[in-house]
């Protein structure tokens, strides 16, 4: 579940559907977070919570990223979080974890709609020292983190045009393998620190190798 705690949080997703040359790249990311806003404020309009998301779809037939993104204050119609489990709800997009440990996803956006299902293959992976991720060398400079690499993934995906007079693709049922990682923190990076690189690899042999670096202005 959600930690609303903790500053900022979130929860993404990324794999490839089909194979080859023509294998379609995807990414789903949630975020959450916590604004500086007085908490004793009892309006359910007040912006102490906030949701983003963001989708991508990489379809090497176009050449081009077609991408979407969302965001709203929680409280709000539609915008919500559990602190149980993995539900997150935003203008219509959904991310749920079911009592069978499978990850189900609705994006509906302007230029395409996926409705993809997770499913893992082995448990939970606790990134650093059992789950605490330095990222720094100061102790608050880290986050909690842990990845469910090696999802097997059912999609469907529905590629759209902005324009009605358009013939809409007919939706198409996609298999492949995921990644999905889940961290939290209230201070990730040091002063002077202005990137993030992060690369996560599913191997051939059901393992995994996840690596990432923080980068100053110089590139070091």
């Known amino acids: 579940g959600a ?5 900022t949080e979130w929860w993404y997703l ?7 040359t023509n294998a379609t790249g995807f990414q789903i990311t949630f975020f959450r977070s916590r604004t ?11 912006p102490t919570q906030l949701l983003f998301a963001h989708a991508a779809l990489a379809m090497p037939e176009e050449g081009k990223l077609r991408h979407a ?16 489990d993995t539900k ?12 069978n440990d499978r990850y189900q996803f609705y994006i509906p956006a302007d230029t395409f709609t996926i409705l993809l299902e997770a499913v ?3 448990t939970p992976i606790l990134r650093g020292n059992r789950g605490f991720s330095a990222k720094g060398s100061s102790p608050e ?7 469910r690499p090696q999802l097997d993934v059912t999609a469907q995906i529905e590629i759209k045009d902005k324009s009605s007079k358009a013939k809409q693709a007919p939706l198409i049922k996609h298999t492949g393998v995921g990644w999905l990682d889940h961290e939290w923190s209230s201070s990730l990076l040091m002063s002077g620190a202005v990137g993030w690189d992060w690369i ?3 191997l051939l042999d059901g393992g995994s190798i996840m690596a990432f670096r923080i980068r100053d202005q110089a590139g070091k």
């Open 3 to 7: 930690h609303p705690e903790f500053r």
């Open 141 to 147: 400079l880290a986050s909690y983190y842990y990845s």
């Open 200 to 202: 996560g690899i599913n």
């Open 120 to 122: 893992p293959s082995q």
């Open 69 to 84: 993104d969302v965001a709203g204050r929680v409280g709000t119609a539609g915008v919500a979080f559990n602190n149980a």
């Open 88 to 99: 997150l709800y935003l203008a219509n997009w959904t991310m749920a974890r079911t009592e």
């Open 14 to 20: 990324t794999g490839w559907l089909g194979s080859g």
């Open 36 to 46: 500086q806003h007085s908490p004793d404020n009892p309006s359910r309009f007040a």
